[in-house]
T-cell receptor, first 114, second 112 residues
Framework: SAVISQKPSRDICQRGTSLTIQCQVDSQVTMMFWYRQQPGQSLTLIAT?????????ESGFVIDKFPISRPNLTFSTLTVSNMSPEDSSIYLC???????????FGSGTRLTVV | QKEVEQNSGPLSVPEGAIASLNCTYS??????FFWYRQYSGKSPELIMS????GDKEDGRFTAQLNKASQYVSLLIRDSQPSDSATYLCAVTPSGNTGKLIFGQGTTLQVKP
């Protein structure tokens, strides 16, 4: 199954700045997913990143706030732009684990905005 | 109505007991169902998947699916303190988009 390297693992950022999170997969995958997990909450899907096309965003998430790049089948970035304390969360990328066998997650990026 | 619902708990069971975790979902077209375990400060880890009605067993874990009732459950036999974690139910919505919809998770506490 796919192995994901996600970085940074954590960061503390000033409000108004931006942070780019990277996910590198050890195999080619068609779809990559970006999730947010707010403190004490479950996972909420931000967007689906497809190689060669624009990301598909879920309701409540917009490209200007969370721009995503997907330059090839093994790599994606999520940028959290113009951050506010409300953006303090864990951000996770996810890819299919095996065909029709669930999904595996990166180790997560714990973001604190001050 | 939330798309995937779980009792947030905490569910507390003694060591060696059976822990029963439940999940309901609203999308009748959902085809794939997953249980993830998440330890505090860690990312979710897949422990079970189930796709057809009935039971699926893997070691101490049994997943149960009833599509007519839109209900999926996870049983953990011989619960151990190391099973203490948050268990997330996840469902793929109809439309084969590949994405997962998560419930809010149930916190399980196994007491020695």
């Amino acid at each position: 199954s796919a192995v994901i390297s996600q970085k940074p693992s954590r960061d503390i950022c000033q409000r108004g700045t931006s942070l780019t999170i990277q996910c590198q997969v050890d195999s080619q995958v068609t779809m990559m997913f970006w999730y947010r997990q707010q403190p004490g909450q479950s996972l909420t899907l931000i967007a689906t990143a497809n190689q060669g096309s624009e990301a598909t965003y879920e309701s409540g998430f917009v490209i200007d706030k969370f721009p995503i790049s997907r330059p090839n089948l093994t790599f994606s970035t999520l940028t959290v732009s113009n951050m506010s304390p409300e953006d303090s969360s864990i951000y996770l990328c996810s890819v299919p684990k095996d065909a029709n066998y669930g999904y595996t997650f990166g180790s997560g990026t714990r973001l604190t905005v001050v | 109505q939330k798309e995937v619902e779980q009792n947030s708990g905490p569910l507390s069971v003694p060591e060696g007991a059976i822990a029963s975790l439940n999940c309901t979902y609203s999308d009748r077209g959902s085809q794939s169902f997953f249980w993830y375990r998440q330890y505090s400060g860690k990312s979710p880890e897949l422990i079970m998947s189930i796709y057809s009605n009935g039971d699926k067993e893997d070691g101490r874990f049994t997943a149960q699916l009833n599509k007519a009732s839109q209900y999926v459950s996870l049983l953990i036999r011989d619960s151990q303190p190391s099973d203490s974690a948050t268990y997330l139910c996840a469902v793929t919505p109809s439309g084969n988009t590949g994405k997962l919809i998560f419930g809010q998770g149930t916190t399980l506490q196994v007491k020695p």
